[in-house]
């Protein structure tokens, strides 16, 4: 009986971890891991460092504003050139010039130079990097795993980005509070090399696909499919409105920690570490699935239950307690958004894979900063805990309209996710698990 259940359990493992047996997407793992746990050091450091230069809340939100609205303004030229061109040459990159511009803000920090002006700048140049990295990279997952194993390169990517979003902001608040903000960004300058080693130790076949369009004709191409395709219309609108007035919670927490729960920046490390427990969890729950039935069903649970807890945090005062309220905050929001990612993938042909994972990414990221900039203001006047109280209300209404909709929309989802899968030679599970749904 052990024998079995041992078996059980290994081969649970097994599904869960099947897409890190191929080599490209294990050098790409291993050496994200590393560059994501210097993003995630420094993205709270850079928080500090603002917070503490004005401590303005609407400061703090117009630095997220700056950070991300290049990727709602330039991701369809990002999505375009990953259609168009070599996807592993376009993620190295970005990769390139991401470390550049971390190198610039550590000796800027470091030298006791830096000004609010400053950081505006390098995060509006990161957000314009990270519109051509983020439909670059998403599609690479497809071109390193194949589609048989894409929904678990989604999630074990999800587990490794939110994996390191725990240890990231937990280094950073010890580093922060002893020896400064500079140190992260210079760790996470450094980090950047392991990732662009792991690429270029890659053997993948990523074409680049020649288009006798126009480059407007092809943005367009993108745009029209994903506004006809009512499956992923849906899940691109009800996942701009959670970044919209669900994430703004994200660049009000360094208010949450000083001056409602008076934890200070260690106190913001455990906070957005506990985030990431909590979205690690969730990723690693779509890690052990097979197939893809039942998730539009997740998509609606996830995005109710994100904004009830988020509510929730929003009135609590209780340090530890709030804590524990952002487990369930992280956990939703990261199922939400993977099962949300793996659907438009397998529906979406892969000529078109690029320029749909731009609109993806300015209704996932692009929108966030618009979000951020409300938020800043509303919280300027409402304070911050009624601010993300409200945005957490408004993502469960959104979740309401989701589920309404679900049933008309399943009907056309199976249909694409069929017709993808023959038309890429794809095994029946995929088939067979859309059709059963």
């Known amino acids: 009986m052990s024998g079995v259940a041992a078996s059980g359990r290994g081969s649970r493992w097994q599904v869960a971890g099947r897409a890190l047996r191929h080599r490209n997407f294990q050098l790409f793992f291993s050496g994200q891991l590393i560059s994501l746990i210097g993003t995630w050091m420094q993205s709270v450091a850079q928080a500090w460092l603002v917070y503490k230069l004005t401590g303005s809340a609407l400061l703090l939100g117009a630095v997220g504003f700056a950070s991300q609205v290049p990727v709602f303004l330039f991701a369809p030229l990002g999505g375009i050139t990953a259609d168009r061109y070599n996807r592993r040459q376009i993620v190295i990159a970005t990769q390139v010039a991401s470390m550049l511009l971390a190198f610039v803000l550590a000796a800027l920090t470091l030298l006791h130079k830096v000004h609010v002006w400053h950081v505006f700048v390098l995060a509006s140049l990161l957000g314009v990097v990270n519109a051509f990295d983020i439909p670059g990279r998403q599609s690479f997952l497809v071109d390193m795993v194949g589609k048989d194993d894409l929904m678990n390169a989604i999630a074990l990517n999800s587990s ?33 090399i392991a990732v662009i080693v792991g690429l270029l130790m890659m053997r993948v076949h990523s074409p680049a696909r020649a288009s006798m369009a126009s480059p407007l004709e092809h943005m367009m191409e993108g745009f029209r499919f994903v506004n006809r395709t009512a499956p992923i219309r849906a899940l691109l609108l009800l996942l701009g409105l959670v970044s919209l007035v669900g994430m703004p919670y994200v660049v009000l927490m360094p208010i949450f920690a000083d001056k409602v729960l008076h934890g200070g920046a260690r106190g913001l490390g455990i906070l957005m570490g506990a985030t990431g427990v909590g979205a690690l969890l969730g990723a690693l729950t779509l890690a052990f699935r097979e197939g893809v039935r039942g998730l539009g069903r997740w998509v609606a649970w996830c995005c109710a239950g994100f904004g009830l807890s988020l509510a929730v945090f929003a009135l609590s005062h209780k340090f530890w307690v709030s804590v524990i309220l952002l487990l369930p905050v992280g956990y939703c929001m990261m199922l939400q958004m993977a099962c949300s990612n793996t659907l438009i993938q397998v529906m979406v042909p892969d000529a078109l894979r690029g320029r ?36 957490g209300m408004a993502s469960v209404g959104g979740a309401c309209w ?28 995929m088939t067979a698990q859309a059709v059963e749904d």
């Open 356 to 391: 749909v994972m731009a609109v993806y990414s300015m209704m996932f990221m692009g929108m966030a900063p618009m979000g951020a900039l409300l938020g800043g203001a509303l919280a300027e006047r409402l304070g911050a805990q009624i601010t993300v109280a409200i945005g």
């Open 160 to 192: 490794m980005f939110n994996g390191a979003r725990v240890i990231g902001p937990a280094i950073a608040g010890i580093l922060v509070a002893k020896i400064g903000e500079g140190y992260c960004f210079l760790a996470n300058a450094v980090s950047y």
């Open 402 to 429: 989701f589920a309404l909709h679900l049933p008309k929309i399943r009907v056309e989802a199976r249909r694409l996710i069929v017709a993808q899968a023959v038309a890429s030679g794809e095994p029946s599970e």
